[in-house]
């Protein structure tokens, strides 16, 4: 008794400076869950052998405070078990709470425990054997428990080459031997039929000194497993502490370079952080606007937005920002003299190393002058294709007041010739009626020449009508195929959209039959809420969109050119081989009608 009580002792002192050792790690190293659970852990397994001696001590006598001892030491060392468990996890997982497999074997483990204490409760062996008897449960739950601490040390030692790791896992094994070899003990004082050959006292006056002794071999190697430990955390928090001023002093210095360039950039340069509120203007901006940053930290740039402008601004800056998308816009932004102008502003996400979003940078450039150009630009256009329409209709009517009439008259004056002619003349007569079937084709021709080149039915019936009637006209002029499909087309639609969307078709048809080598098509008209749709499709042999837009021809051109009047937009899906579908598309809104 005095040599275990003596082991006990130097055990728990080891205990002592181990809990100890831990608390004070886990003050220096806060975000390390691991100290803070083994800490608690070990105070638990000081409590267990302090109350345990304290219990050995009061004598054999089976009294109400031995037992109420007994109790409380058990339980003390039943919490060292989970606390091992949770705090290997801590150190494995980084943080994460226990995986739900550690929670159900501590829980079956304090459970059995509790259950096996209890049951034997009745028996009435010697306070040795009975104390014996319900430590069996709690060292077979500790064994398991360190059995997985130093599976999770030997794994972290060959991942970060850890020396101090290693250390501490091959001391949890051979703590957890320790244990398996006390339950052994322990189980064979429930055995009696081992009596004979496993003496108990055998056990008890040789074992159970040698096991204690291992016991505290063990927790010195874990104290000086976690001793290196420390040293290798202070050593990486030192490193981390110097890499981060490094970078700290880095990025200060990138940051002022930036500045230094966004200051004498001619452009203006605005940075917004992840909440989405700006918080860099550079010198530029600010002497464009000549308001002082503080008024456009924020949302105060906002101001400065045309109010016309203000609502798709906004919109665009924040669908982009809540998709972490690059963005580009045009709005109206006020000058220093109150002078609104044209700028072009480019946004892009900006991250960090870590990839976590920090927020966006942007730049703006003064389009006002290009804008201007490019108004002037399209009223010429615009003068262009109205003179160009004005002489189609003036051909046109031409053609078919003027030529077509005369052609007409031609021919039936050829079958007044051809009446007056006398019955032998079979062959003059039969070359005259030849004659004349070729200036009624020729009439045909001229007519649909003039429709072609001035839609009357486009004038007075409307898009739909005149886009069906074409279609017709040259499906059965060509021997084609036209699906022609419409839906929702509003009666109010200007005459330039109408046109614009005319011509496009007349255009795009044209070349379909023309290129495609195909003769089924399909045209689909339809109107929206807002815009008119049109697409032309076949499945036709194909082009390469892009080396049609720089090849020599105008039609695309062309198409584009008009649809851009009337703030349109022009599409083209195509492939070889796989046919083409050009898609036209006119925003429209009843109040352009006045």
């Given at each position: 008794?005095?040599?275990?009580?003596t082991?006990?002792?130097q055990?728990?002192?080891?205990?002592?400076?181990?809990?100890?050792?831990?608390?004070?790690?886990?003050?220096?190293f806060?975000?390390?869950?691991?100290?803070?659970w083994w800490a608690?852990?070990?105070?638990?397994?000081?409590?267990?052998?302090?109350?345990?001696?304290?219990?050995?001590?009061?004598?054999?006598?089976?009294?109400?405070l031995?037992?109420?001892?007994?109790?409380?030491?058990?339980?003390?060392?039943?919490?060292?078990?989970?606390?091992l468990?949770?705090g290997?996890?801590?150190?494995?997982?980084?943080?994460?709470?226990?995986?739900?497999?550690?929670r159900?074997?501590?829980?079956?483990?304090?459970a059995?425990?509790?259950?096996?204490?209890a049951?034997t409760?009745?028996?009435?062996?010697?306070?040795?054997?009975?104390?014996?008897?319900?430590?069996?449960?709690?060292?077979?739950a500790?064994?398991?428990?360190?059995?997985?601490?130093?599976?999770?040390?030997?794994?972290?030692?060959?991942?970060?080459?850890?020396?101090?790791?290693?250390?501490?896992?091959?001391?949890?094994?051979?703590?957890?031997?320790?244990?398996?070899?006390?339950?052994l003990?322990?189980?064979?004082?429930?055995?009696?039929?081992?009596?004979?050959?496993?003496?108990?006292?055998?056990?008890?006056?040789?074992?159970?000194?040698?096991?204690l002794?291992?016991?505290?071999?063990?927790?010195?190697?874990?104290?000086?497993?976690?001793?290196?430990?420390?040293?290798?955390?202070?050593?990486?928090?030192?490193?981390?502490?110097?890499?981060?001023?490094?970078?700290?002093?880095?990025?200060?210095?990138?940051?002022?370079?930036?500045?230094?360039?966004?200051?004498?950039?001619?452009?203006l340069?605005?940075m917004?952080?992840?909440?989405?509120?700006?918080?860099?203007?550079?010198?530029?901006?600010?002497?464009?606007?000549?308001?002082?940053?503080?008024?456009?930290?924020?949302?105060?740039?906002?101001?400065?937005?045309?109010?016309?402008?203000?609502?798709?601004?906004?919109?665009?800056?924040?669908?982009?920002?809540?998709r972490?998308e690059?963005?580009?816009?045009?709005?109206?932004?006020?000058?220093?003299?109150?002078?609104?102008?044209?700028?072009?502003?480019i946004g892009v996400?900006?991250?960090?190393?870590?990839?976590?979003?920090?927020?966006?940078?942007?730049?703006?450039?003064d389009?006002?002058?290009?804008k201007?150009?490019?108004?002037?630009?399209?009223?010429?256009?615009?003068?262009?294709?109205?003179?160009h329409?004005?002489?189609?209709?003036?051909i046109?009517?031409?053609?078919?007041?003027?030529?077509?009439?005369r052609?007409?008259?031609?021919?039936?004056?050829?079958?007044?010739?051809?009446?007056?002619?006398?019955?032998?003349?079979?062959?003059?007569?039969?070359?005259?009626?030849?004659?004349?079937?070729?200036?009624?084709?020729?009439?045909?021709?001229?007519?649909?020449?003039?429709?072609?080149?001035h839609?009357?039915?486009?004038?007075?019936?409307?898009?739909?009508?005149?886009?069906?009637?074409?279609?017709?006209e040259?499906?059965?002029?060509?021997?084609?195929?036209?699906e022609?499909?419409?839906?929702?087309?509003?009666?109010?639609?200007p005459?330039?959209?109408?046109?614009?969307?005319?011509?496009?078709?007349?255009?795009?048809?044209?070349?379909?039959v023309?290129?495609?080598?195909?003769?089924?098509?399909?045209?689909?008209?339809?109107?929206?809420?807002?815009?008119?749709?049109?697409?032309?499709?076949?499945?036709?042999?194909?082009?390469?969109?892009?080396?049609?837009m720089?090849?020599?021809?105008?039609?695309?051109?062309?198409?584009?050119?008009?649809?851009?009047?009337v703030?349109?937009?022009?599409?083209?899906?195509?492939?070889?081989d796989?046919?083409?579908?050009?898609?036209?598309?006119?925003?429209?809104q009843?109040?352009?009608?006045?």
């Open positions: 008794m005095n040599i275990l009580a082991l006990v002792d055990q728990m002192l080891l205990t002592i400076f181990l809990v100890v050792l831990l608390w004070s790690l886990h003050a220096r806060r975000k390390q869950d691991f100290f803070r608690w852990a070990w105070t638990s397994f000081t409590g267990y052998l302090g109350i345990g001696a304290l219990a050995l001590r009061l004598g054999p006598a089976w009294t109400l031995r037992g109420s001892l007994v109790l409380a030491a058990l339980v003390c060392g039943i919490l060292q078990v989970p606390l468990a949770f290997a996890c801590a150190l494995r997982e980084k943080g994460k709470p226990p995986r739900a497999w550690v159900a074997g501590v829980a079956v483990a304090v059995a425990s509790g259950l096996i204490f049951a409760s009745y028996y009435r062996g010697t306070p040795w054997t009975s104390f014996a008897v319900r430590s069996a449960p709690r060292t077979l500790l064994a398991a428990s360190l059995f997985f601490c130093a599976w999770v040390f030997l794994g972290q030692g060959r991942m970060n080459r850890s020396l101090a790791a290693v250390i501490t896992g091959g001391f949890c094994s051979l703590y957890a031997l320790d244990q398996s070899f006390c339950s003990i322990y189980i064979n004082q429930l055995v009696p039929a081992l009596a004979a050959v496993f003496p108990p006292l055998t056990f008890k006056l040789l074992l159970s000194p040698l096991l002794f291992l016991d505290t071999v063990c927790e010195f190697g874990i104290c000086l497993g976690i001793v290196l430990l420390l040293v290798e955390e202070y050593q990486r928090t030192e490193l981390a502490i110097l890499k981060s001023e490094v970078r700290a002093d880095a990025i200060a210095e990138s940051e002022k370079r930036f500045r230094l360039v966004a200051n004498s950039a001619p452009v340069i605005w917004a952080g992840p909440d989405r509120l700006c918080d860099y203007f550079n010198q530029s901006w600010l002497e464009f606007t000549g308001r002082p940053i503080e008024a456009e930290m924020g949302n105060g740039w906002a101001e400065g937005v045309h109010p016309d402008d203000l609502k798709v601004c906004v919109e665009t800056y924040t669908t982009a920002f809540d972490r690059s963005f580009r816009m045009q709005y109206r932004l006020r000058r220093h003299d109150g002078e609104y102008r044209w700028v072009f502003d996400p900006r991250f960090n190393p870590d990839g976590s979003f920090a927020g966006y940078i942007g730049s703006c450039l389009v006002t002058d290009r201007m150009a490019e108004e002037a630009l399209s009223g010429v256009s615009r003068r262009l294709i109205e003179a329409e004005e002489e189609r209709a003036w046109a009517r031409e053609l078919h007041d003027d030529v077509n009439q052609v007409a008259l031609l021919a039936v004056e050829l079958g007044r010739f051809e009446q007056d002619l006398p019955d032998s003349a079979v062959e003059l007569r039969s070359r005259i009626q030849e004659t004349q079937e070729s200036v009624s084709d020729l009439g045909d021709e001229i007519q649909a020449l003039s429709h072609r080149l839609s009357s039915k486009l004038e007075y019936l409307g898009i739909t009508a005149a886009a069906s009637s074409f279609c017709r040259l499906s059965e002029q060509q021997e084609l195929e036209i022609f499909v419409n839906a929702d087309i509003p009666e109010n639609l005459r330039e959209i109408s046109l614009c969307l005319f011509r496009v078709l007349q255009e795009a048809l044209q070349n379909a023309k290129h495609s080598g195909v003769r089924h098509f399909t045209v689909e008209l339809r109107g929206a809420p807002e815009e008119v749709r049109l697409a032309v499709s076949d499945s036709g042999v194909g082009f390469r969109p892009q080396a049609a720089n090849g020599r021809g105008l039609g695309v051109t062309s198409m584009r050119e008009r649809l851009h009047l703030k349109g937009e022009l599409s083209i899906e195509s492939k070889p796989c046919g083409t579908t050009i898609r036209a598309r006119v925003p429209f009843s109040e352009r009608v006045s």
